[in-house]
């Protein structure tokens, strides 16, 4: 990921433009919801604090694959990252993501009930969809 990404990514939620992930189970719906902890993991993963555990966390237990997108349209940015997601409910991975979300979400599960999702990045693409990077 290029620096301008995980400048964007990281700071959505203090830039008060938070990251979307679209999701869908087996049936096939839709699920789209913001996602403000959304934070670059490293070069190939993007992670997030999953505190709501709805539709979406179903989903991506269903079906793993999902789309992250983050646009900021006064920056004229915007990018889309494709890839697998794994939930973490227990265990040194959530543990992980829980010490780097950041803390405005922690606040907002304070008994610490939600979960890590690490997101495997396949592909990125800008908002009318050239490719940025693949694998």
Partial sequence: ????????VDNNQAN???CMLATAGKDGWPSLGFRASMM????????????????????????????????DPEARVSFKFYGEATVYESGDMLEKVWDR???????????KKGC????????ITNYPGVVQQEK
């Fill in 16 to 18: 008060k433009k938070p």
């Fill in 116 to 123: 890590a999702v690490i997101i495997a990045v396949e592909k």
């Fill in 101 to 111: 979300t950041v803390q405005a979400e922690k606040d907002s599960d304070p008994e």
């Fill in 40 to 71: 670059v993991w490293d070069k190939d993963h993007l992670a997030y604090w999953e505190r709501g555990k709805k539709d979406g966390l179903a989903h991506i237990q269903e079906n793993p694959r999902v789309l992250v997108m983050y646009r």
């Fill in 1 to 8: 990921m290029t620096e301008e990404m995980v400048e964007h």
